[in-house]
């Protein structure tokens, strides 16, 4: 069963910084792609970044500017750092990772369980 680990969350005054952390176990072939999506209360899901395994990046364009992905493909795990943090980012933020197998041929998406940012003003 393939697991993915967050860590990193916490809460920061607005103009801080948070690092998220996912690290993805029982991964038996590869990810392909894997990154993060947020939920603020009374929205829905969002992306906010993502990385292919080619390093071909898609963030959010509230965050480009401000926060910067980062991949390890040996160690199945994503990097979120997060500068210059507004009230608006506060959200539960999940790290997702779209997983491929070759027995049988396959992808599936899973998710983490969610790890929580707060911002405050």
């Known amino acids: 069963q393939v697991q993915l680990v967050e860590s990193g969350g916490g809460l920061v005054q607005a103009g801080g910084s948070l690092r998220l952390s996912c690290v993805a176990s029982g991964v038996m072939f590869s990810i392909n792609t894997m990154g993060w999506y947020r939920q603020a209360p009374g929205k829905q899901r969002e992306l906010v970044a993502t990385m292919t395994s080619n390093s071909d990046t898609n963030y959010a364009t509230s965050v480009k500017g401000r926060f910067t992905l980062s991949r390890d493909n040996v160690k199945n795990s994503v990097d979120l750092q997060m500068d210059s943090l507004k009230p608006e980012d506060t959200a539960v933020y999940y790290c997702?990772?779209?997983?491929?197998?070759?027995?049988?041929?396959?992808?599936?998406?899973?998710w983490g369980q969610g790890t929580q940012v707060t911002v405050s003003s």
């Open positions: 997702n990772a779209l997983v491929r197998s070759d027995s049988p041929i396959s992808l599936r998406a899973y």
